[in-house]
Nanobody, 117 residues
Framework: QVQLVESGGGLVQPGGSLRLSCAAS?????????VGWYRQAPGKQRELVAS?????NYADAVKGRFTISRDNDKSTMYLQMSSLKPEDTAIYYC????????????WGQGTQVTVSS
């Protein structure tokens, strides 16, 4: 059974930093998956924050402030968040996906990030 378990969320002041982690278990060949972080703020749709496959991509709102990384040996992905703003407040979800037959798409349970003074 596949599980993605997130950690590292919490309350931080504006301008602060947090690092989210997402440990995957039960995924074979983790390195072949595209991994990503999404977020969903109250009353808004879930949006892509960053993704990593053969290259990395970032939402415009977080470019230069967030960094996605992965450790394939540990089947773990990370999101380093710096210069946090109140508008970054959301539930953050990790995702691992792979095209194929059948396609694979797995989600973490979500972790709350609150940026407030």
């Amino acid at each position: 059974q596949v599980q993605l378990v997130e950690s590292g969320g919490g309350l931080v002041q504006p301008g602060g930093s947090l690092r989210l982690s997402c440990a995957a278990s039960g995924i074979v060949f983790f390195s072949t998956y595209t991994v990503g972080w999404y977020r969903q703020a109250p009353g808004k749709q879930r949006e892509l924050v960053a993704s990593s496959s053969s290259n990395t991509n970032y939402a415009d709102a977080v470019k230069g402030r967030f960094t996605i990384s992965r450790d394939n040996d540990k089947s773990t992905m990370y999101l380093q968040m710096s210069s946090l703003k109140p508008e970054d407040t959301a539930i953050y979800y990790c995702n691992a996906a792979r095209v194929g037959v059948p396609p694979r798409n797995y989600w973490g349970q979500g972790t709350q990030v609150t940026v407030s003074s």
